[in-house]
């Protein structure tokens, strides 16, 4: 951790580090000095979650609330099919979370265990609503993007979609979740290892699913300067959801990704006991998604930042 304070900071950075033990590595320099295996590129992105804006504090327990946002930007690097490195995490702190910092440090340690990595630095400081800001470090020797979507690719999804914006919409509401109900929305996972899986297979473009498929599958349209359609029966459904709310439905962190060539999606269940769909093709035409259902009426139908039914 760098930018010690005095006093109380500093005692709380050390309980911080002495709490994740091997999970935190080289922290006490001014920077971290990391290693990119030759060849490959660096890959970087970071991520914040604001209580209040990202989460709220009745719906989590500490724990899930660090875990969930180390995920979160985890999931960007799986997204680029990107190995992680490390992860540099700052903490805003208001005094009435205090007491709960071992809970989110010990989310934070989860994150970085599910994905394989460390934490290799940080910042602790005062605020007025807590806040994790995380920062995570890979490396890739080809790097996907959202731009690699060429006509005649298909289309993928890992995982099943829905659960997510169910538990979202349930919280908001004042309902209380099941445990079922509760278990994608607090533990979801980084897809990193699928990624890479995903790109040694051949995958062209790929994007996590943060803002909800049909959001994020535009996202890819526009950068890749394609038309993609997807067909609304085939998209893998969570139990209790249906596909419009699978469309929909934000911070899943799967993955949708497109090919050239199929996927062997019967070595992919067999490697990760995930399902992997095809859900849709690219095609020639002006960028944005199009959702037909069974009978080809259009759902869904985005382009130029405006969704229409
Ligand atoms: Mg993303």
Do not use: C, K
């Not at 699913?209 to 994020?216: H, P």
């Amino acid at each position: 951790m760098t930018d010690l304070g005095p006093g109380a900071e500093f005692d709380a950075i050390r309980e911080l580090v002495a709490r994740w033990g091997p999970q935190a590595r080289g922290i006490g320099d001014d920077a971290a000095v990391l290693d990119v295996p030759r060849g490959d590129q660096l890959v970087a992105s970071t991520d914040s979650a604001v209580e209040g804006r990202h989460f709220r504090r009745a719906w989590l327990t500490p724990r899930e609330i660090g875990y969930r946002a180390v995920t979160a930007a985890l999931s960007d690097l799986a997204a680029m099919a990107a190995a992680p490195i490390g992860v540099l995490v700052a903490l805003a702190v208001p005094s009435s979370w205090r007491t709960d910092l071992s809970g989110i440090a010990d989310g934070i340690g989860d994150a970085v265990a599910a994905a394989d990595t460390v934490i290799v630095g940080g910042n602790l400081s005062d605020a007025s609503e807590l806040s994790i800001t995380t920062t995570v470090l890979g490396h890739a020797r080809a790097p996907l993007t959202r731009s690699g979507a060429r006509a005649g690719d298909l289309v993928y999804v890992t995982g099943a979609l829905g659960a997510v914006g169910g538990a979202l919409a349930a919280l908001q509401g004042g309902a209380t979740l099941s445990e079922s109900q509760r278990g994608r929305f607090v533990r979801p996972q980084a897809r990193i290892r699928e990624a890479r899986w995903l790109a040694n297979a051949g995958a062209s473009a790929a994007i996590d699913i943060s803002d909800g498929l049909a959001a994020d599958l535009t996202h890819v349209a526009f950068a890749s300067g394609v038309a993609i359609e997807v067909d609304l029966t085939a998209i893998p459904v969570s139990p209790g959801a249906d596909a419009r709310a699978a469309l929909s439905s934000g911070e899943e962190y799967e993955l949708a990704i497109t090919a050239p060539r199929a996927i062997d999606a019967a070595a992919f269940v067999a490697r990760f006991g995930l399902p992997l769909t095809l859900i849709g093709r690219v095609a020639d035409g002006e960028p944005g998604l199009t959702v037909r259902d069974q009978a080809s009426r259009v759902t869904v139908r985005s382009g130029h930042d405006h969704f229409s039914a």
